[in-house]
């Protein structure tokens, strides 16, 4: 089948077979590594993009199913060389630990902060439930997504 979408900006018109998971488009037709495959039954949570700008694990949905959406990866999530203030947050709050699930938890934060622009710490950690970090070191990634939301709160311009 055919399929059209629109992936950080750049649109792509690709061949695929039904059975294509979304996560294995991104990473061996468009060669978008960032999204990581981490088990497969959409429970780690290391596969989350932004599909239509909402946070969807892309190891449950077939490529067919994204034609015609509009899909952000974390390869889209700085803008014009700065990083987005959620990427900033996990350098500056050592956020960042292996990294393997990282890619994950931004995409899920950044629709999660779109909603909850002064969340409380509550409010993170059950937000962070479908990412699972398996370093176990959630007090910075916490840290981190708090660093975001006040910079963001300080009505800077934040990319997409």
Known sequence: MQIQVKVNGADYT???EPRLLL??????????????IGCDTSI???????VNGKSTKSCT???VQ???CELTTVEGLSQNGELHPLQEGFKEMH??????????????????????PNPSEEEI????????????????I???????ATKMLKNEEVPA
């Open 95 to 116: 956020g960042l630990q292996c990294g393997f699930c990282t890619p994950g938890i931004l995409m899920n934060m950044v629709n999660f902060l779109e909603h909850h």
């Open 14 to 16: 690709h061949e695929v």
């Open 44 to 50: 780690c949570g290391a596969c989350t993009i932004l």
């Open 61 to 63: 949905m077939f490529a």
């Open 125 to 140: 950690r059950h937000a962070l439930k479908g990412n699972l970090c398996r370093c176990t070191g959630y007090q910075n």
């Open 23 to 36: 996560v294995h488009f991104l990473r061996d037709v468009l060669h978008l590594t960032g999204t990581h």
């Open 66 to 68: 994204a034609d015609g």
């Open 142 to 148: 916490v840290k981190s997504v708090q660093y975001a």
